[in-house]
């Protein structure tokens, strides 16, 4: 007797398969679309070129002249990318002419050199670049005036860096001449984040021996850049750090400056968690700021400069810069645009952020207590909804705060990686009503998992995918991701990359009756279609059995699927069975529809 097999759609593991029976349980690169499960779109690399580090937020806009941009902030850079290029856009923290030879060789077998610099404040991985320098030994101008990135911090007045092309050198040898410029980038952050209190957190520790930092304040930062368009002009800022403005009219051979030195700024923040452009009536609103003449970071203040003008910090009566402090909570955790509002996430809540004019310029309302969020970019708006990963939950914001009920809720949170939560990256994929959060899970420290949920068809599903951001909709019409260095056109093409997609989908048990029977299977007719440009496409359809529910499931019966394939004679016996579909064909897609069974009791076993 022919049975159809029409699961219901979304995938569920937050119970056993068995209680699950007549739903799907597993998937990887398989979504749903009007209840059917269908393959993911591919991804290719949207440039040739590289960048460097770990890009942990993106931001695109057009300057007036028509050029299209793209800011990214990695642990290690900011760069703009125009035209398939990056272009180094990293701020300058010091500039200095270095004592006499400077560069003294390390061995005769590297091109390691100590570089010399009283109070150089430099981190782990910073970068320098050195100009006036002579040759000496086997060293020339050419391999001495670049960039350089520390390889070791030897102490605090010395380095190590290592020159390439060096064939032979002496060791102990002192060098580079009396006028070497040595200008130092921003101090770069780590790759892994440090949740702690007191001296040692930080990259030199954190106030005096002995001493505690703020409870649940994270202080071995990772580097999470914040960024948005003023204008046509690029506003970026390093949470726990500066903020930093890049003029786009004078091109991309410039690099971004601090706001404070902005000629005619006043009073501008220099330590936050970071920005958002309040784009209506243009103020540019600084979160976790330090007050007005003070240097101390203020974890719960909210400050806005002047509107229209990115130098004007004073509040008077003259301008409309102005600042408020949170009342609950201990740090801003993230914020985002929403319907003509900022919402404001604290460690304990959640707060409204809206223009009112003049006196106060804007006006703020605790809207939810007990709700948080996870991380600074695990939060995304989509048709003036906005959605977000909490601590333990899925939530929503519409104008009132809802939990989303979620069928995979356990297997997410059981799994994440917590001391890694501020690299959850929340995106959207609005073509196919879609939000993705990319999370570290077990022993990963990067995101290598995702879950995403599709609003309109109130279905959840998983899988595999290393993206550290995300951006929808960008410049070439598809959405865009990092990882390692690349950046990925995502939903384009069948294939990853230059691999095939590896996709599949696994149901939850089946059984006939109360489970006491066993059951026969003898003939399957797929349904299912084949995109792509692949003109042998295949999958394979895997019937999985077990007797018990606590047994693994063994392979019963396999066999490749294509367009013109009408049924299947099988043989198969069991109590339960499920129903796996995958293919590792390269330039193919896939849709599900109804697959039918040939299926009968068959007594029992004894």
């Not at 400056?257 to 970071?274: K, R, V």
């Amino acid at each position: 007797m022919l049975q159809s097999l029409k699961l219901r759609p979304g995938i569920t593991k937050d119970i056993t398969d068995l209680s699950n029976s007549g739903g799907w349980y597993d998937s990887d690169k398989v979504r749903f679309r009007m209840g059917y499960p269908e393959t993911i779109g591919g991804w290719q690399a949207y440039t040739s070129n590289e960048f460097l580090g770990e890009c942990r937020a993106l931001h695109q806009w057009t300057a007036l002249d028509g050029t299209s941009y793209t800011a990214y902030g990695t642990n290690l850079k900011l760069y703009v990318e125009t035209g398939g290029d990056y272009y180094d856009i990293t701020p300058i923290r010091r500039t200095v002419t270095l004592g006499a030879n400077p560069f003294t060789t390390q061995s005769t077998s590297n091109g390691k050199l100590t570089v010399t610099d009283a109070s150089n404040g430099v981190v782990l991985h910073d970068f320098v670049t050195f100009s006036g320098a002579t040759a000496f030994d086997n060293y020339t101008t050419g391999m001495l005036n670049a960039e350089f990135q520390v390889i070791e911090v030897l102490t605090s007045g010395t380095y190590t860096i290592e020159v390439t092309g060096v064939t032979s050198a002496s060791a102990g040898v002192s060098g580079g001449g009396a006028a070497v410029e040595a200008e130092y980038q921003i101090n770069t952050g780590p790759d892994t984040q440090v949740f702690g209190t007191g001296w040692g957190t930080g990259t030199w520790g954190r106030g005096t021996w002995g001493s505690a930092s703020s409870s649940g304040v994270s202080t071995g930062q990772i580097r999470i850049w914040s960024l948005d368009n003023f204008g046509e002009d690029l506003v970026a800022a390093v949470r726990g750090g500066n903020i930093y403005w890049w003029d786009a009219s004078v091109g991309t051979g410039t690099r971004a400056i601090a706001l404070e030195d902005i000629p005619g700024s006043n009073q501008a923040p220099t330590i936050c968690y970071g920005i958002q452009v309040s784009d209506v009536d243009r103020h540019l609103v600084v979160f976790g700021a330090n007050e007005n003449g003070e240097t101390t970071q203020d974890y719960l203040l909210v400050r806005w400069c002047s509107a229209e003008d990115l130098t004007e910090w004073e509040a008077n009566t003259t301008t409309t810069a102005g600042s408020q402090r949170l009342s609950s909570g201990s740090q801003i955790i993230g914020w985002t645009r929403a319907r003509q509002e900022i919402l404001i996430w604290t460690d304990v809540g959640l707060n409204t952020m809206a223009f009112t004019g003049p006196p106060y310029t804007f006006g703020f309302n605790l809207m939810a207590e007990g709700v948080s969020i996870m991380g600074p970019n695990s939060m995304a708006e989509d048709k003036n909804t906005v959605f977000w990963m909490d601590l333990n939950s899925f939530r929503i914001y519409d104008g009132s705060v809802n939990t989303i009920p979620c069928p995979v809720q356990a297997y997410v949170f059981d799994n994440l990686n917590f001391d890694q939560r501020y690299k959850v990256f929340c995106g959207t994929n609005s073509r196919f009503n879609e939000v993705w959060w990319f999370y570290p899970a077990g022993a990963s420290n990067e995101n290598n998992l995702y879950v995403a949920f599709n609003y309109v068809d109130n279905t959840w599903f998983i899988g595999q995918l290393e993206r550290t951001a995300w951006w929808d909709m960008s410049f070439n019409g598809y959405p865009i991701a990092t990882s390692d260095g690349t950046t990925w056109t995502q939903e384009y093409g069948t294939n990853a990359g230059t691999s095939a997609l590896e996709p599949y989908i696994e149901g939850s048990d089946l059984q006939i009756g109360d489970g006491e029977q066993f059951s026969f299977i003898t003939r399957i007719i797929p349904d299912i279609t084949f995109t792509g440009e692949n003109q042998t496409p295949l999958a394979n359809y895997l019937i999985l059995r077990r007797n018990f529910p606590g047994q693994d499931f063994t392979t019963g019966y396999t066999s490749s699927v294509s367009n013109d394939t009408e049924q299947k004679f099988v043989r198969v016996r069991g109590r339960q069975f499920a129903l796996r579909v995958e293919s590792s064909e390269p330039n193919q897609a896939w849709r599900l529809g109804v697959t039918r069974f040939d299926m009968q009791p068959d007594g029992r076993k004894t």
